[in-house]
Structure formats: C-alpha cells, structure tokens
C-alpha cells in the first residue's frame, strides 16, 4: 500500500518563473488537499479536491496559482510568475471521504 | 481568532521519560475533529492520532495518547516511554465541520528533543 507520493521533492527556480508540482494520492482516495507550509509555522490549507471537482480555495490561492486534477486522481499545482515569497514546503494529502488526511513529503520550492 | 494555539515552542525531555504536548483550540461548531501529526526533519507530515468531538474516551494509538478535555477545549498529546526517534516537530490540528468545510487548520508545532 503505497503512500501519498509529491514530484520533485525540491525546486529551485528564479524569480517570475512557472513551476509545476504533481501530487499522487493514496490510490482510491477520493479527496485530494494542498497545504502550504513556511518555515517555523504550521501547514495553511490552500485547496482541496473531491474527485475531479476543486470544492474549496483559500484566499492564500492567488491568480497566480492554479491546482487541477483532470481525471480525479493525481492533481497538478502551478505557480505562474513566481515570486520570492512562494519559497515554502507545498505539502498533498488525501483522505478517502471524511477521514483521516495523509501526507506526502512534500515538494520544497526555493524562489531566488 | 487563533483557532489552534501550541503554547511550548520546543521541549526537551530524556530518553524513556513521558512527555506531554499542550494544544488548546477554539469553535463554536460541536462536531469537529482533532489530530496529532508529527514533522521529522525530512518534512513529511505523519499522523499519529484522532480524537472525535463525541468521541467517549480519549484516544490511545501504541505509545501515543490523547488528553481530550471538551469543557477546557485542550487535546493534549501524552507520549510514553519517549525514544530518540520522537524528537520532531508535532502539530496539533483541527477539522470543524461547520458548512462541510474539509480543511485542517494547524498550530505553530512544538519542536521535541530527545536528550540520550
């Protein structure tokens, strides 16, 4: 039973460039959430899934981001023009209905 | 409002003596949901234990355990027998239900440090 698994684990990338993260969930859950962690705080919730459809954004979610999960499996989370304070841990979790959220390992962007 | 609140920004504790982390957390819904999640160095979120708000009795999961008092709204997270492998990050977070909302909002975490 494999985990939650995020691609790549690290990003380096300059300042107003795209970036594009992917999140595999536990397979046959059917919910799909993105968390945004800086460093010395907690996760903050950005997005989440339920099967393909995006049910709730946070206002953290910008015009510059954009999540998907096209066939309501693996989901996609873009940063357009990135900026320097978009260096952080994007975490994925996913959870089958209401129960318990499994995280990934997340993927650590470094803005420069 | 701060909805989750981690009073000890980190703690020390000996190898094989019990630890307890204090989480305090604030709602008006009556069915919300809390958890326990720990952080190692390597970044991955790892759950470690749920308590339900009509959950009877606190939640047990191995050495880790879950102090759950409604009326003072605190989940703290006891663990037992602590091991150099506990030292981490730990993060306190709630799920409420108000509207379906499915996400958890988190506290600042509590760095653990296991002395030898």
């Known amino acids: 039973d494999t985990g939650v698994s995020q691609d790549p684990r690290h990003k380096i990338t300059k300042r107003g460039q795209n970036v594009t993260f992917r999140c595999d969930p536990i397979s046959e859950h059917n919910r799909l959430y993105w968390y945004r962690q800086t460093l010395g705080q907690g996760p903050e919730f950005l997005t989440y899934f339920q099967n393909e459809a995006q049910l709730e954004k946070s206002r953290l979610l910008s015009d510059r981001f954009s999540a998907e999960r096209p066939k309501g499996s693996f989901s996609t989370l873009e940063i357009q023009r990135t900026e320097q304070g978009d260096s952080a841990m994007y975490l994925c979790?996913?959870?089958?209905?209401?129960?318990?959220?499994?995280f990934g390992p997340g993927t650590r962007l470094t803005v420069t | 409002a701060q909805k989750i609140t981690q009073t000890q920004p980190g703690m020390f504790v000996q190898k094989k003596e019990a630890v307890t982390l204090d989480c305090t957390y604030d709602?008006?819904?009556?069915?919300?949901?809390l958890f326990w999640y720990k952080q190692p160095s390597s970044g991955e979120m790892i759950f470690l234990i749920y308590?339900?708000?009509?959950?009877?009795q606190n939640a047990t999961e191995g050495r880790y355990s879950l102090n759950f008092q409604k009326a003072r709204k605190s989940a703290n997270l006891v663990i037992s027998a602590s091991q150099l492998g506990d030292s981490a990050m730990y993060f306190c977070a709630m799920r409420e239900n108000i509207q379906g909302a499915q996400k958890l909002v988190f506290g600042q975490g509590t760095r653990l440090t296991i002395n030898p």
């Open positions: 979790a996913s959870s089958l209905g209401g129960t318990i959220p499994y």
């Open positions: 308590q339900g708000s009509y959950d009877q």
């Open positions: 709602t008006s819904d009556p069915s919300y949901g």
